[in-house]
DNA sequence: GTGCAAGTCGAGGGTTGCCTCGAATTAGCG
DNA sequence: CGCTAATTCGAGGCAACCCTCGACTTGCAC
């Protein structure tokens, strides 16, 4: 469903670049709440420029975040890998909050919702099912508790984001005690 | 240490009522943020009056919030009634979580540092002693694993805080996970 | 080169919230 | 009653952030 548009010119390819790098690097540092005239001001460009490559911030989520979340997939495969259902489960919950912990807009990301920036959402939806066939196997070798769901694993999350901004470094004993409730 | 003012006149004490009556409503429903236009509307008074009788916001939380918290004080001395350590001391979470879920300004104030409002630390400071003395009554009691402390409570009361501001419905399920995996 | 569509710029208008200050009002003492 | 100090009022200045738009600049196709 790509329109075929014709290529930028050349001054704005190099902008619409500079603006990506510069709304990445503000996002993880600060994340997705910077105001939008300090992404046009790291990238050395006006306010309008900015605006004109991505009329609203989701756009510019949606143009830096599916890659990055590519990642979850990543983590996804890697647990689905191990044979062990338990240590799977637990070493994705591990991954995953190791990732937002790194990055501070992805952990904004994956807290909140993004309604209109659907390449993200599908994203979130792709590394949902992982997690489900993560549990769905752990409750089957009988090591997680057999009433958890994905539901659960969304609270989770969301009380992670909050834990890892507010103290990053005690979100690994937090997530270890919470773990420990998991077992049945 | 309070100083003898000379009494506040009629409309001023009659206004000064009418303030904390309007923020603490907002406080309970919005939380801490509410605008201070808000508030001024509410209570049918100007902005300046507002400002005249509470310089600051913090003057307002510190008006308001040691009575409520007070109600920590209640929920720890009915925890530490309780002659079965581990029971007391979950009894004490679901209590303290209750309280936060039915105050949106008190699960703020709880999850918050407001450095300018000694009396609201003061009131953590006590809740805090209770949570102490619950923690090594349940570890000594060998329920409770036996590194558990404090620090790791604030944690949980932050993550709460996000918890029930999220999804006011599932804290409950949420927090009964997490003390499964305080059992030693 | 030249012309024009494409791109850039940033001042400025809009919004929301904070807080101040001088003019207007009024409680309550004598 | 008056008088005065205490209180009230709210317009308006300030700041942060949002976003738009018309004038200017420039890449590039010819």
């Known amino acids: 469903m790509v329109i075929?548009?014709?290529p930028l010119r050349a001054d704005a390819a190099r902008n619409r670049e500079k603006l990506l790098a510069a709304a990445a690097a503000l996002f993880g540092e600060r994340g997705l709440d910077?105001?939008?005239e300090h992404i046009a001001r790291r990238a050395?460009?006006?306010?309008g420029t900015l605006y004109k490559h991505f009329p609203t911030r989701e756009d510019l989520v949606a143009a830096i975040f599916p890659e990055r979340l590519a990642a979850?997939?990543?983590i996804g495969e890697k647990a689905l890998a191990d044979p062990d259902p338990w240590r799977a489960f637990v070493g994705y919950l591990e991954d995953l909050y190791a990732l937002q912990a790194a990055d501070r807009g992805l952990n904004?990301?994956?807290a909140r919702d993004l309604p209109n920036a659907p390449e993200v959402v599908s994203a979130c939806h792709r590394g949902a099912g992982h997690v489900e066939?993560?549990?769905m196997r752990a409750i089957a070798a009988g090591t997680l508790r057999?009433?958890?769901?994905?539901?659960d694993m969304a609270t989770l999350t969301r009380a992670m984001a909050q834990v890892i901004r507010d103290s990053p470094d005690e979100w690994r004993r937090?997530?270890?005690i919470y773990v420990e409730g998991l077992r049945s």
Request: charged share 20%.
């Open 146 to 151: 057999p009433d958890y769901s994905v539901t």
């Open 108 to 110: 904004d990301v994956l």
């Open 133 to 135: 066939t993560l549990i």
């Open 34 to 36: 910077v105001p939008m």
């Open 174 to 176: 937090f997530l270890s």
């Open 72 to 74: 979850l997939d990543v």
């Open 44 to 47: 050395e460009v006006s306010i």
């Open 4 to 6: 075929a548009s014709r």
